[in-house]
């Protein structure tokens, strides 16, 4: 619902803050006081476009501000700023917006109803939206259904035309990766194969030179007269004087150990001479395979990860092709079957709604009956689409058709000559819908359009019941109407020199007796004062 509405600087008004509450509220005053502006401020905050010439004169923009809330009680406010250049700016919850995002974050919270272009009602793909809120739960369970088998539809379509996707592009290139994977799988690398490699190559290409330092080494050690026999030597001779002196000992120890280190060097050494490999035809082999490795990698690398990578990606596109056509063919089966899914789920919906078009008709004709449009006459036309033209709301086109008198062809809603009228087909559309219609706020502008006596009564009457499940704001003339208000505000003019200034205040008690009495006759004689009174009371009675 709109809670709050501040307006700056636009047409005649210089600054008005309105607070809004549930239930009916009404606008009125004299012609050309600024009525028409208030509800051209909330069409701005609805995504209409803006006009330079609305800002009022010598200022530089205009500033309309609202603030609304959605059936979740969760707050919106909205900004608009229209400068005197044509330039607009929105914000929404204080962060910049499109006028595209304003409509969509707030239309859906307000149906207005004025002039033809700004009537939902208009335009035939809101039809079968009431329709299906008449229906109730049976349409919207169809509904739902055929959305589901809708969307199964599509994700069969999506897979069928990605694998014909790839089915084409593996058979465009089809020669290249063969190819590659023939190149790779004839030297076969294995992942970490260049490192081992590496890792070899330094032995291999100075064998001789390493194996021969090795056997010096172990020479100078175990030889006669080497390492190990001089520690021992010098091991023994201590040995010879053990236990005289505890320094001497340790002494003793120490050689101990360093003749064991020495054993073990001298082993390890002489097990690395006997393994170091000086074969040339071994160091030529890990050359011409390192060779072929890096001739992989500069193709299909940086690295033999790389290779592998280009290798797995290869036979995998040879295989999509060999399996292709069996999955193609299964895929253009589940196609095919998602399709009849959604047909069936599309005749569903159909059913359901052609069912409920002829009582929702009839009801949309009984509402209408008494607001001056006795004889009336609706229709819903069912037009069915190609399947390629089917949309989330089903697979036929339809459109409300509206006969104004017995004997007339029903024509489409847009052909109506009268925004008043129109906004009385509306009235009654949401009177029928009653609790199921999901907009709150309603806001009527021309629903008194030529009419007048018993049945601006009842146009009050309808619009306070409509307030008891949605929010109701209507600018009118009519006391009849105003009447059945829970909240009157009067919008008024007033002249100073050469400017004027639209301002608007809440009447209440004798001050809205007073507005009632002005609306009847012109002015607040006894005898109008009366009348109002009068009135007030027939509406407060209908509460």
């Known amino acids: 619902m709109i809670e709050e509405l501040h307006v700056k600087d636009l047409a005649l ?36 476009r803006a006009d330079a010439g609305s800002v009022r004169a010598g200022q530089p923009e205009a500033v309309v501000e609202g603030r609304f809330a959605d059936a979740g009680a969760e707050e919106t406010v909205a900004r608009r700023r229209v400068g005197s250049d044509g330039r607009s700016r929105c914000t929404l919850d204080g962060q910049m917006a499109t006028v595209g995002a304003l409509a969509e ?19 035939p793909s809101t039809h079968v939206t009431y329709l299906d809120r008449w229906a109730g739960d049976e349409a919207a369970d169809a509904l739902a259904g055929y959305r589901t088998a809708r969307a199964a539809y599509g994700t069969a379509q999506r897979a069928l035309a990605e694998l014909q996707e790839n089915l084409a592009r593996v058979a465009q290139n089809a020669e290249h990766y063969r190819f590659v994977a ?36 172990v020479e100078a050690l175990r030889g006669d007269g080497g390492a190990l026999d001089s520690i021992a030597t010098a091991a023994g001779t201590l040995a010879r004087a053990e236990a005289v002196d505890p320094a001497l000992d340790a002494l003793a120890g120490r050689l101990a150990e360093a003749l064991a280190l020495v054993d073990d060097a001298s082993a390890e050494l002489r097990a690395y001479r006997d ?17 072929q490795l890096t001739g992989l990698m500069r193709k299909y690398g940086p690295d033999l990860d790389s290779v592998l990578t280009a290798w797995t990606e290869a036979t995998s596109a040879l295989s999509v092709r060999e399996q292709g056509a069996g999955e193609a063919q299964s895929a253009q089966a589940a196609v095919e079957v998602a ?16 069912r409920a078009a002829p009582e929702f008709v009839e009801a949309l004709a009984a509402a209408v009956s008494d607001l001056a449009m006795s004889g009336a006459r609706f229709e819903i036309a069912f037009g069915e689409l190609p399947f390629e033209s089917w949309t989330a709301d089903g697979s036929e086109r339809i459109e409300f058709l509206y006969a104004p008198a ?48 018993a049945t601006a009564h009842t146009v009050g009457r309808r619009l306070r019941e409509l307030s008891l499940t949605h929010q109701v704001i209507v600018v009118t003339h009519l006391a009849q109407v105003a ?42 004689s006894a005898a109008s004062l009366t009348h109002a009174r009068e009135l007030l009371a027939q509406a407060a009675a209908t509460r």
């Open 13 to 48: 008004i210089e600054e008005v803050w309105l607070e809004f509450s549930a239930g009916m509220t009404v606008m009125s005053g004299e012609t050309g006081a600024g009525k028409t502006a208030l509800v051209g401020a909330l069409k701005l905050l609805l995504g209409e």
């Open 406 to 453: 017995p004997g007339q062809p029903a024509r489409s809603l847009a052909r109506i000559a009268s925004g008043g009228e129109l906004s009385r087909v509306m009235l009654a559309l949401k009177g029928v819908l009653g609790e199921a219609d999901t907009v709150r706020t309603l806001v009527f502008d021309e629903v008194d359009a030529g009419i007048g006596g």
């Open 105 to 123: 974050r707030l239309g859906p919270l307000v149906d207005l109803h004025g002039q033809h272009e700004h009537q939902a009602l208009l335009a």
């Open 275 to 291: 393994r170091v490999e000086h074969d040339s035809a071994a160091l030529d082999e890990v050359l011409e395979r390192l060779g």
């Open 339 to 354: 399709r009849r899914e959604m047909q069936a789920a599309a005749e569903t919906l159909d059913a359901v709604r052609r």
């Open 483 to 524: 009447a059945y208000a829970d909240t009157q505000l009067v919008v008024e003019k007033s002249v100073l020199g050469d400017s004027a200034t639209t301002t608007v205040r809440l009447v209440e008690a004798l001050e809205r007796e007073a507005e009632i009495a002005r609306m009847l006759s012109g002015n607040d």
């Open 182 to 217: 023939e190149e790779i799988e004839r030297i076969d690398p294995i992942a970490g194969e260049d490192a081992a490699l590496e890792a070899r190559l330094p032995a291999l290409q100075h064998g001789e030179q390493l194996a021969a330092a090795a056997d010096g080494a």
